[in-house]
């Protein structure tokens, strides 16, 4: 099993770079990530006990890893975040929304529509499973569009061990 989930570097050649334009390409690598974290990473595990006397090792635990603790993490806001919508007679602005991955789960922040400078509401929580504390969070800002959404910028991944020190305090992006 991984800690993390892989990183997939999937490119489009050919006649199929149209899907880059298109926004398919992001709905593609995204599907595909999830496939592989839903089958190989925390807490979905593939457990085969490699000695012959059962008792020596607990295949229970091997296939059903006991969470150590539980992150909480809450959307608060950004600030100068780069605008990907351009308007005839206003400023340009895009439509952002945050995708934190840690471990297997993956959870995607409502979109706060025609701003560079976002807020997010109260309620934009989610709680994560943590199976071990060098397991690290990944956050991703895009801008949402009809046709796909763009990527604005991602943080350096943060270790679960690490992530106190951001409490309340921005992340930079890059």
Known sequence: ???????LGLKF??????????????????TLNSAIARSIVLPNVYAKSLVQNENIVDTAELRD?????????????????????WHAFSEATSDPFLRLRLSADEWTSSIVYET????WEDTDTHDFL?????????IEVFDWGYTGSDLIGRAKPIPVANLLRFSGRPIPLY
Request: aromatic content about 6%; glycine content about 8%.
């Open 1 to 7: 099993y991984f800690l993390n989930p892989p990183e």
């Open 13 to 30: 050649a050919g006649l199929l770079q149209i899907a880059e334009t298109s926004g398919l390409g992001f709905t593609v690598r995204s």
């Open 65 to 85: 890893p006991k969470p150590v603790g539980v992150l909480r993490v809450d959307a608060l806001d950004a600030a100068g975040l780069m605008a990907h919508d």
């Open 116 to 119: 560079c400078n976002p807020v």
């Open 130 to 138: 943590v199976y071990d504390v060098s397991q690290t969070l990944m």
